[in-house]
C-alpha cells in the first residue's frame, strides 16, 4: 500500500531542504521514496545523496518505546509515563529545593532539524529555576558568535548566489552543506570566469578541488594566513575607504591599522606553508572583489587560535566593506536569534565564559567531577548525545556517571541514554510537527513547519507533550491557568491572540507560555507541536514588522502575527515569512551607537603575541589528527544504523601517499591510533587529498554498542584541548602517533 508524496523535510544537515516523501511498506510507515521539493523556499527541490536513505533514521537501531528507569544494578526497567513524569519532576525539583536550581543543567534541545524541543524546554527550565545550560552550538560556533557581537551586535550570514568571490575557511560545504543549495551555488562559482571560489583547507577537498585558489595552509596555522592577508589589503590600500568612513570609528580604524601592519608578511606565509606570491594574489582578488562572501567553519573553529581567527576574519569582512550589499554579508530576520554572542556570566565552577548563555561544552564535565558546592548535580539532556559528541568520552561518561539524576530524552538509546537514572522515549521528527530555526536566508527568509507523517510510534511522545506533562508535574501551570485561553480558542485566532496576550503578562505564567499554547491552541493533530510557533510569531511581528508586511504580513502586530501563523500552517512546504533590503543590514547593527566596533584589545595582545610563540610540535605525536571531518555518508550521530553509509562504512584514517609508504601500509590496512587521551584501530585510506604529516577520521562513527562502523573520535580527544577566551575544542588538531598492528 503506498500512498502519495507528501511534504517534510532533510533532517540531517542544518540546511533542512525540504522533501517529498512516498510512504509505503507493510505498515506504511516506510519512508519509500524521497526526492526533493520545488516549492521549498530556500531548496527549491535541491538535494543531496543522504536523504535517500531517511527510512534508516525512522527505523534506526536502538530506538525505544518505553520509559526507562535504571535500577541499582545498572540495568533498565521499563515504567509507565505517569511513573516517569512523576518521578523525574520529584527528583530534579528535591535538587532544586536542596540546592537552587543552579545545580540543575540543560543540555541540547536539538539537532540539524529539530528545534521545537529546545522551544518547549523553556518552560521545563523555568519551572525548575534552571539558568545553567549549553549545546553544540558551545563546541564550535560560540567564538564567532562572541567576537560578532562585539563588533556588530549581531552574527552575520553570507550570500554566496551573488557574490564574485567566495571564501570558504576551514570548510568543506560540498559535504558539509551549511549553505542552500550548496553544490549549484558552488559550481556555479567554479564554472564563472569573473568569479572566484576560495578555500583556505590543508585538505584537497571536494570544495577545494573545484575552486580557484586552493590555500592549502598547514593544520592549525590559519591565523597566519589572514594576518598576511590583512597586511597585505592595507599595503595595497586594498579597504573600503567609504564603508569604513560611515560604520567604524576613526580611532579604532587606526588602532587596529597600526596593529596589523606590524605583521610580517613574509613570515607569516612561511609560518602557514604557503607562497607569498600566492597569498598576494589571493588577497588582491578580495580586495577587488565587487562582493565578498565568506564563511568560517569548523576547520578553524575546532582548532588553535580559533577565537583570534574568527576576529581576523571579521576584521577582513569589515574592511573590505563586505556588509549590506548583494553578494557580501547580511543580518537576517529570524525567529529565534541563532547568533546570539552576549556575554554577561561564566559558570559556577569553573569561571568559564558563557556566550550566548552557553556554558563552553569543554567544561561541563569540569563543572561536575568536583566537590565543589556549586556543581551540577542533576541535568537533562535533550535530542544531542554529549556521551558521545563532546571531547573526552572517558572523562564525558565518568562526570554524566556521578550525577544525582540524568535525565534523557531521545529517541534512541544512545551512548548517554545507558548512563541515564531516566530515559524518556521521543517520537521521531516524522511523527510529530518539526521546525528548524536555522533559517538565515536573506532578503527573503524562510520557516517551513513540517507536519507528522507518521502517528508517534506506541510508547513515545512528542517532547511538547514531555515538557507539558513535567511542568504541569511540578505544579508550574495547571488546567485552571489553561481555562481562559480554552475559551478565548472558540472564537478564533485573534481573539485567542488577545487572550494570550493579557494571560502571559502574568510573571508567573510568562515563562509557560509554549506549554499554555501547546494546551490551549486547538490545531489539527498533525500540526499539534506547532503551538509554540504562534508565540514566535507574535514576537517577529514586533521585532520586523517591515520585513514581515513586505512579506504579506503587515498590519497591527496582533493582525499581522495571527495572519502570519495561519499561512505557516496552510504552507506544508514553508513559506517566506520576511523580506529585508539590502540598505537596511546596516541599521541592523545592534552595538549601542550602530557603529562596527574593530578595537578589540584583548585579540589584538593576542595577535602581537603570535610571533614570539613557538610552533606546537611534539616528537611523542608527530601526525596532526583532524578528528571528525564531514564526508559523503555523515550526519552526526543522527543515524545510529551503520549499514546507511554506502561509502566509508568503517571510517577510515585518510592519510597521505607518502606517510603512508613511510609507514609501509595501503588503503584497507589496519593501523594503531593513538593521542594522549586514547588508543583505537583503524583502517587506512590513502588519500593525495591530505598533506604530509596530516590524517582524518569522519564524524559520527563508531556508534553502537559494540560500536558498529569506525571510531568514536572523542575517545581520542581532551577536554583540556580547547581555546582559551571561550572554550570551543581543538578537534580538527589534535596530535597524534600511528603504529603498524600485527
Ligand atoms: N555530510 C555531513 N554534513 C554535515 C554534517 C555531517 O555530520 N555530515 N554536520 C553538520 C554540522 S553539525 C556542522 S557544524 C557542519 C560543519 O561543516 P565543516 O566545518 O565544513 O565540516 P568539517 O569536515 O568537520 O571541517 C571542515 C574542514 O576543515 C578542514 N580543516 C582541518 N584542519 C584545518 C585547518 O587547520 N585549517 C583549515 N582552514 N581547515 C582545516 C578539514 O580538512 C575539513 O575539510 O557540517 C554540517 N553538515
Ligand atoms: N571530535 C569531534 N566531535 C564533534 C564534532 C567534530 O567535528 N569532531 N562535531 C561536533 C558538532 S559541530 C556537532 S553539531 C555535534 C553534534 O552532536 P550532538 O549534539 O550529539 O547531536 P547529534 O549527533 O545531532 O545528536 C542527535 C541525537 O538526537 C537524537 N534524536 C534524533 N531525532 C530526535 C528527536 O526527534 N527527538 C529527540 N529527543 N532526539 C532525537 C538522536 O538519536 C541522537 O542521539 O557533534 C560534535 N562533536
Ligand atoms: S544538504 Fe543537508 S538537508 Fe539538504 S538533503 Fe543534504 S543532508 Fe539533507
Ligand atoms: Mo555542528
Known sequence: MTKPWVATACILCECNCGLEVELGGDDGRHLVKLRGDKRHPSSRGYACEKPHRLDHYQHGTDRITCPLRRRADGTFEEIDWDTAIREVAARLAAIRAEHGGDALFYYGGGGQGNHLPGAYATATRKALDIRYRSSALAQEKTGEFWISDRMMGSATRADFEHCDVALFLGKNPWHSHSIPRARVTLKEIAHDPARTLIVVDPRRTETAELADIHLAVKPGTDVWLLAALLAILLEDDRVDHAFLAQHVPADELATVTTALRATSIAEACARCGLDEALVRRTAQVIGSARAFASFEDLGVQMNRDSTLVSYLHRLLIVLTGSLGKPGTHFIPSMFVDIGNGESKHTSPVAGARIVGGLVPCNVIAEEILTDHPKRYRGMIVEATN??????????????????????????????????????????????????TFFNFDFPQNYFHLRRRLLDPMPGTLPEAEIHARLCEALGAVTDADYAPLRAAAAAGHAAYAQAALALLANPRLSGQAPVILYRTLPLPDDQREGAV?????????????????????????????????????????????????????????????????????DLLAELAALPARPAVTDADYPFVLTA???????????????????????????????DALALGVVTG??????????????????????????????????????????????????????DRFVGTPWHKHVPARIELVS
Open 386 to 435: 554529549p556521551a558521545h559528541s563532546l571531547a573526552d568520552s572517558k572523562r564525558m561518561r565518568e562526570a554524566l556517571g556521578s550525577l544525582d539524576t540524568l535525565v534523557v530524552i531521545d529517541i534512541a538509546m544512545t551512548e548517554t541514554a545507558r548512563l541515564a537514572h531516566y530515559v524518556l522515549p521521543a517520537s521521531t521528527q516524522f511523527e510529530k510537527a518539526e521546525a
Open 533 to 601: 510557533i504562534f508565540g514566535l510569531c507574535v514576537r517577529a511581528a514586533m521585532q520586523f514588522p517591515a520585513s514581515l508586511a513586505r512579506a504579506g504580513f503587515g498590519g497591527a502586530p496582533l493582525a499581522a502575527a495571527v495572519a502570519l501563523f495561519e499561512a505557516i500552517l496552510a504552507s506544508p512546504s514553508g513559506l517566506i515569512f520576511a523580506i529585508d533590503e539590502w540598505a537596511d543590514v546596516t541599521k541592523r547593527l545592534k552595538t549601542r551607537d550602530r557603529k562596527i566596533h574593530v578595537d578589540l584589545p
Open 669 to 722: 590496512a589496519h593501523v594503531q591510533l593513538s593521542t594522549r587521551r586514547g588508543t583505537a584501530r583503524v583502517s587506512v585510506e590513502v588519500s593525495p587529498s591530505m598533506q604530509r604529516g596530516h590524517v582524518s577520521l569522519p564524524n559520527g562513527h563508531g556508534l553502537g554498542h559494540p560500536a558498529l562502523g569506525g571510531v568514536a573520535p572523542n575517545e581520542l580527544t581532551a577536554s583540556e584541548d580547547r
Open 628 to 658: 571528525g571531518e564531514r564526508r559523503s555518508f555523515t550526519a552526526n550521530t543522527i543515524i545510529r544504523d551503520a549499514t546507511w553509509r554506502k561509502k566509508d562504512a568503517d571510517g577510515a584514517l585518510r592519510m597521505n601517499p607518502d
